[in-house]
């Protein structure tokens, strides 16, 4: 592991994130939740007005979808993103949703929480442009990353004069091929032992299967994280993208009541 002297490590670093009313760190919860893809304003508003009654307090959702395959769905990109910064408004809730590219940072303006995923984690030119905004960010682990690449990608923005960051473990790629990607717990203690940021884990994507979400939203909380991310969708078999992994809605409030109490054992407040 790292043995400079770098922000990152700063013990005098803000242990938390604020946005809207919603504290993310230091006792702070975030329960993020939404479709992977905005795909219809009717689908779109279903999936956020279900997460918002039900226990999230952030929400979530894709407008331009860096997809592995240039011939899969990428998103309503411009609309999407429209319609999704109006619905959060009309549900007086903050929002998070990934950039693709630092050319696209004015669209972001009533954006709350910039994504950066885990295609970026090292695009470094997109680093330095989002942190300059001030706003806060959600830095996801890139597939192949170590968390010493993660916290390296956290210094890009912190160097950039922006602390306002999330961090967030959602899967690597090894040589399990049961799940779409193994989810690194273990890195949430150890990233916690070594700097203040907080951070957040991302069962959908960390497990790629549905029934594996609940179960390792669990495991994520006992492992000392600051929140969740979860895909949800209103017809999960008919997703346009990550369809495997969304939570229907009764699975989503199934969850919510499922973590309460390990909420409360590890002294977390949502
Ligand atoms: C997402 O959260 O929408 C996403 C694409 O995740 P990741 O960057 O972790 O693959
Ligand atoms: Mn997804």
């Given at each position: 592991m790292l043995t400079q002297d770098l922000q990152v490590f700063?013990?005098?670093?803000?242990?938390?994130?604020?946005i809207k009313n919603v504290k993310i760190g230091n006792g702070g919860f975030a329960l993020i939740a939404g479709p992977c893809a905005i795909e219809s304003f009717d689908q779109l508003y279903a999936s956020l007005f279900h997460a918002k009654k039900n226990g999230a307090n952030i929400l979530r959702a894709g407008a331009y979808k860096l997809r592995t395959s240039p011939y899969t769905f990428k998103?309503?990109?411009?609309?999407?993103?429209?319609?999704l910064i109006e619905i959060s408004k009309e549900l007086e809730m903050p929002v998070v949703t990934e950039i693709p590219g630092p050319d696209l940072l004015?669209?972001?303006?009533?954006?709350?929480?910039?994504?950066?995923g885990a295609r970026n984690m090292q695009n470094i030119p997109l680093l330095e442009a989002a942190a300059k905004?001030?706003?806060?960010?959600?830095?996801?682990?890139?597939?192949?990353?170590?968390?010493?690449?993660?916290?390296?990608?956290?210094?890009?923005?912190?160097?950039?004069?922006?602390?306002?960051?999330?961090?967030?473990e959602r899967g690597i790629r090894t040589f399990e091929t049961s799940t779409r990607n193994t989810l690194d717990l273990s890195g949430v203690p150890l990233i916690k032992s070594l700097t203040n940021l907080p951070?957040?884990?991302?069962?959908?994507?960390?497990?790629?299967?549905?029934?594996?979400?609940?179960?390792?939203?669990?495991?994520?909380?006992?492992?000392?994280?600051?929140?969740?991310?979860?895909?949800i969708h209103p017809t999960p078999e008919k997703a346009l993208s990550d369809s495997r992994q969304a939570l229907s809605f009764d699975e989503f409030s199934s969850l919510y009541s499922s973590i309460k109490e390990y909420l409360k054992l590890e002294n977390k407040i949502l």
């Amino acid at each position: 592991m790292l043995t400079q002297d770098l922000q990152v490590f700063n013990k005098d670093l803000n242990k938390h994130v604020e946005i809207k009313n919603v504290k993310i760190g230091n006792g702070g919860f975030a329960l993020i939740a939404g479709p992977c893809a905005i795909e219809s304003f009717d689908q779109l508003y279903a999936s956020l007005f279900h997460a918002k009654k039900n226990g999230a307090n952030i929400l979530r959702a894709g407008a331009y979808k860096l997809r592995t395959s240039p011939y899969t769905f990428k998103g309503l990109e411009g609309e999407g993103l429209k319609m999704l910064i109006e619905i959060s408004k009309e549900l007086e809730m903050p929002v998070v949703t990934e950039i693709p590219g630092p050319d696209l940072l004015d669209q972001f303006e009533d954006v709350d929480i910039i994504q950066i995923g885990a295609r970026n984690m090292q695009n470094i030119p997109l680093l330095e442009a989002a942190a300059k905004t001030q706003k806060p960010i959600l830095l996801k682990r890139g597939f192949a990353s170590t968390i010493e690449e993660l916290l390296l990608s956290a210094e890009y923005l912190l160097k950039n004069g922006n602390s306002n960051i999330i961090l967030c473990e959602r899967g690597i790629r090894t040589f399990e091929t049961s799940t779409r990607n193994t989810l690194d717990l273990s890195g949430v203690p150890l990233i916690k032992s070594l700097t203040n940021l907080p951070i957040i884990v991302d069962p959908s994507h960390g497990t790629g299967l549905s029934e594996l979400v609940i179960p390792m939203s669990k495991a994520a909380i006992a492992s000392g994280c600051d929140g969740l991310m979860v895909e949800i969708h209103p017809t999960p078999e008919k997703a346009l993208s990550d369809s495997r992994q969304a939570l229907s809605f009764d699975e989503f409030s199934s969850l919510y009541s499922s973590i309460k109490e390990y909420l409360k054992l590890e002294n977390k407040i949502l």
